[in-house]
């Protein structure tokens, strides 16, 4: 039986969202608000990031920078 494709997406976008609040609490960062403020993003679209909502490559590309990787490092233990 195939899987459903969306289904696969939807998964693929949890992971990124699990990822980014990991990246964040590795910062020390216990609150996404805190975390919001201190980075000048928008506190509700960041918490929208970190529910897996679907985001901007804009948006996922400051995190990127903010936490100063690569999409290859933040992608290399994705499957």
């Known amino acids: 039986m195939m899987d459903n494709p969306e289904d696969k997406i939807i998964q ?3 992971k990124v969202s ?6 964040r609490k590795a910062k020390g ?8 403020n201190e980075y ?7 918490w929208r990031v970190e529910s897996g909502s ?3 490559l804009k948006t996922f590309f400051r995190i990127l920078e903010i936490h100063a990787i690569t999409p290859k490092e933040f992608f290399d233990d994705f499957s």
């Open 12 to 14: 693929q976008i949890d």
């Open 18 to 23: 699990k990822k980014i609040k990991q990246l």
């Open 29 to 36: 960062f216990t609150s996404f608000e805190a975390f919001a």
């Open 40 to 46: 000048d993003l928008d506190r509700v679209q960041y």
């Open 54 to 56: 679907n985001i901007t």
